[in-house]
């Protein structure tokens, strides 16, 4: 079961080239391509025809054209060329899912069409400001279901255990870090403060920070599958007041949970660096160790998904630190069941 | 469902030699073998009385020897040695399969034994004439229904979108190559017609045509899995009669698709030169040719298979070029129906 | 369904170490770890927070602790730290197993804890005795089913046909073997003289045999998964009155099958050298023999699996070889019922 009446990223937009690419979303094999236009669209990967996949045709003028026999389909899906047929029966189309190309993401639509409204798609302006955010992005592939990957990140206490090497520092820090938490219609938002800490060894490498620092977190959820961060520190005593604008490290990362079946999922990400914002090596930097701490992240997650798949979720027990993670299945139950059609009386 | 009261290729004869064959035929595990008698026979390729794959035993002189504890059964499936035992209970045998070496190949009958009447299978005497017809032969596995395999061959407009590079010539010209159907009792037969057409590169590659050519397809469908086609080309002209006789270029192709399961089958094919039949250079060409392309449909097809295997076949469409496609589907929807045990009026 | 209330090998006391390590035991995913205090305790490989396999996480003092999230099990399976909480609900524990490290083996128990007696575990002291039975030992994941890997040990007349070239000798020696069997509470026991027989490439490698030998093979199945082996050689005559006390060529060997899933198992052996103590050589040429064999087993065994799997066992027909291996079936079937519960009496 996935929500489908949102947007989705199905892929970065440098992605799509002269090729199709195929990418099976909410469990339905889809094909982007690029026309010569310069519009991407999305229609399901198989020819009305015989079945054949159509990112193994090629794109024509008219559309994409089918690499078995020929047909050619507009970015509606509707068949415009049958070769040797004069007349084409309305029926001879393939679904096509609204698309939208925006802040370097193609987003996707995977629900009724006439809801689909660009307005909804998360802005992430930081993928166009090269001069104040340059950033890196990539996507990984992740054999866990797309939640298990958002409640990763809604649970942070995770830092102190899963990346003590990396981005993590000492775990106590993390389980005591103060939390602020606010319900927003999609999600939530919530801020972690960890002030008069340690500094982990990335942030060290990262502006040299010398001694203890104070951390800040500010997250936010935005229901079905975007995890918005930024991250700030500073020498010991600056965020006394609560203020962050006076950070010496600060970085934006984009989380894109994409549903690719019930047990798999895209993990689209960025790292914008706004800290030395004109060294390409601090931009790499922070992307390498960013990178770095998501592998970590994907082994324990896809270890989990192993063991859920086979053993269930009903005797798991939940913990103090789970609000903020509780929270958020509970926006995700919600948009759920508001798509699923009514059930008669009699049937409860 | 499979027609199993049919010949299938089984193997090529020069498959078998002194190590037991195992092989899937219609889901079933087969075991082929060559006795000291030079006698080809198959057996279920499981010993009756532990149950171990017998092709992991020897050909011994009174048979197939299970290579776990000894039992020997005769190419009838009668056991007719028990180390250790003197009485061989009569329930102590393995299922046995008619097979029939012949034209190089071995061919299998899978149903009811009492039906199977060697004269019914399909000549080609071609493989028994090096002289007149060198040819080559192979087997390529594929992950795909025999029967997508044999449909692909049914509709040759493929040829100028699959085969663009290799042995297709213009898409247009296969579109509207003229065509003669003809029924048959187990299929049928058609020809095609692309007058004043352009060489294929293949085709030029073989005996230097120079300019337009006229081309000529004759195929035979025989259920349930063989496809017999001769291929000529010669000078623009020469065919405006109808008359192929006198043809620069002529080859035959020899399709012998056998069920492995469901959604896998093996594609036996020959190649056999009939222009420059001297010339060991162009029958291994030839075979290159054919072969390279062959892989071609082999990577369509089985994308198709897994399509469709994901999301059925209820709402394709059928075209005008299908016609070929949907007689031969016909007959064997036919052939199953007709081996299937009468239904009782009440079940319907 | 596997037998639950028995001991089974779960592990070579020296693959535990610092690492948790995980294995699958009777289809249930566990993680063995030692501690501080050096005890070897067994829990289900999944923490009851968010299910992770605790074999990701590392041994700390109070216990193991996951690395997801940081909670600390005891080697009862109660959870004695969730970091950020000071209350700790008691059903937040994991399920553990009752395990015993004797002889070199961690012994584990599946079935009601309170049942576990480890005065059942099966002894091995030659495991301690590296003067008299230097030894040995490994583990092979075996593909088929633990019960198909103990009939493999109860019908040895496989030797004349598997080992052939290794261990076996002459088919019909092992044919003629004279048995004697004797039924045991748990099992059976049973003798095989092969009495002025052709010897074995191994053992003629291994003591120098000339000519003609007496060989004796004692063979004691304990169920569920253990068969314990003596393995006698001497110049042909010297067992001329049953007694094998003067063998030229003696080893011990230890066979634990413990299955991993309805399909696969894990075989436990060892090999103790009885004949030439004080030669390192020697004892590892007996073990690189009998493992040579063992992977002859391996490969029927695995190749027999997937036929029962497919096919099922109902057709099969049994031998008169087959006398131990049937008794051995009978006590697994005998004890496998009794850990049933009762049925009422309208359900049969």
Chains 1, 2, 3 share one sequence.
């Not at 689209?268 to 592998?295: I, Y």
Request: overall charge negative; glycine content about 8%.
């Amino acid at each position: 079961m996935f929500i489908r009446n949102a947007w989705y990223v199905a892929a970065w937009a440098d992605e799509i080239g002269e090729a199709p690419l195929p990418r099976r979303i909410c469990n339905e094999p889809i094909v982007l391509y690029r026309d010569a236009q310069n519009r991407v669209s999305a229609l399901l990967d198989m020819c009305c025809h015989r079945g054949a996949p159509l990112h193994m045709g090629k794109v024509v003028e008219q559309g994409l054209q089918c690499g078995y026999h020929g047909l050619i389909f507009d970015r509606s899906g509707a068949c415009v060329s049958v070769p040797g047929q004069d007349r084409i029966l309305p029926r001879t189309q393939v679904r096509s899912f609204p698309v939208v190309e925006q802040d370097a993401f193609v987003w996707i639509w995977m629900g009724d069409p006439a809801k689909a409204d660009p307005a909804q798609i998360v802005p992430w302006p930081y993928h166009n400001d090269q001069t104040n955010w340059p950033h890196r992005h990539t996507m990984y592939p992740i054999k866990a279901a797309a939640m298990l990957m958002v409640d990763n990140l809604m649970d942070l206490t995770h830092l102190g255990y899963v990346h003590t090497s990396t981005i993590g520092g000492n775990p106590s820090q993390h389980v005591e870090a103060k939390m602020e938490t606010e319900r927003t219609p999609l999600g939530l938002k919530f801020t972690r403060w960890m002030l008069n800490s340690v500094a982990p060894p990335t942030y060290v490498k990262a502006v040299g920070f010398q001694g203890r620092i104070d951390r800040c977190q500010r997250f936010e959820f935005v229901a079905p599958g975007s995890v918005l961060q930024w991250t700030g520190a500073a020498e010991v005593g600056t965020y006394r007041d609560g203020d962050t604008s006076d950070s010496k490290l600060q970085f934006r990362l984009f989380h894109g949970l994409t549903p690719e079946t019930e047990t798999s999922c895209f993990y689209f990400w960025s790292s914008a660096n706004g800290f030395r914002q004109d060294d390409p090596t601090a931009t790499q930097q922070l992307f390498d160790q960013v990178g770095a701490a998501f592998l970590e992240d994907k082994a324990v997650v896809e270890a989990q998904q192993a063991r859920l798949a086979e053993l269930g979720e009903g005797g798991l027990v939940d913990i103090v630190t789970d609000a903020a993670r509780l929270h958020m299945r509970r926006t995700a139950q919600r948009l759920l069941a508001e798509e699923q059609p009514p059930q008669a009386f009699a049937a409860a």
